[in-house]
């Protein structure tokens, strides 16, 4: 039997809805709503009006618990599972107290994935698979094999990766690559 | 510059003295003081005479986060740090609990390795490094640069891995390899 080809899936911003996350909990803090297009472009995190707002709720219990499931992740992953080893992998390590609530949220929401194929790192310079699904730049520059890197606000201008808006087109580009 | 080459260092019996700590909480909880001699060549926490016992440990809050020290460990990673770079990488998924010990255990005792350079992984299958150190060799074995298997109980009878008995020795192998 051949060895099914590894893809690599990051979680925030791609498994979860990090932008809408946001943008909900600034609103229930500061009241403000801020629209989406404010975020456009600007680093993660940096389109709100209170500086450090967006960084700060990453350090707060119960964010990454919380956090929506990106429209059409379950289904695009059950679907890829038939055809591919995934593997789950989240630089989480810069926040600790999201360890355990990014696995309690990988159970709730992907009971299905194996812990086996879960990882949680740092940086993701050690990560070799055959695809990597990620929306920051940083991760996809500098891996080996090919890249998707998802829609974001923070990487609305970034043009050199392949770019898959929704999880359909995520399965459009693998299917188009094989 | 010359990039560093890149170590993956194994958490559990490497830079931890686990089979100590599962002789010492076996005796703490049954009162039987096992012999090391009794866990040679045997699969890792099999050689207790209640059977299931370790495993019930690893599963047990705290049991991670007061591991002792390899002796001879943090002096060595100190001294590797300088020549290569150090990801510590270690299979925790399979047991959740231990996520925030683990990352506190690393803080307390090797407080100078950086977040960026922390993966915990269920298998280290996607992990791609010039060297990997580990005790089992499950994780060696598929691993495609070079390999040091610190020796363990359970791995007294493997003899396909270059050992390492001790710290002293890793630095040993990996200076006549270079």
Known sequence: ???????AVDMDGVLADTDSHFIAWYYNIYGIKVPYEELLGKPEGEGFPEKGAARKFAF??????????????????????????IYIVSAAMEFPQ????????L?????????????FCGDKSLINADYMIDDHPKNLDNFKGTTIMFHAAHNANI???????????VMALLKSDN
Chains 1, 2 share one sequence.
């Open 1 to 7: 039997m051949k060895s099914l080809k590894r893809i």
């Open 60 to 85: 707060t219990p119960g964010f990454f618990r919380t956090l929506p499931v990106m429209p059409g992740a379950i289904e695009a992953i059950t679907e890829l599972m038939k055809d591919y080893e």
């Open 98 to 105: 999201s360890l355990p609530e990014k696995h309690e949220w």
């Open 107 to 119: 159970q709730q929401h992907f009971p299905f994935i194996s812990w086996r194929n879960i990882v």
């Open 159 to 169: 043009t050199h990766h392949q770019r898959a808006n929704t999880w359909n087109e």
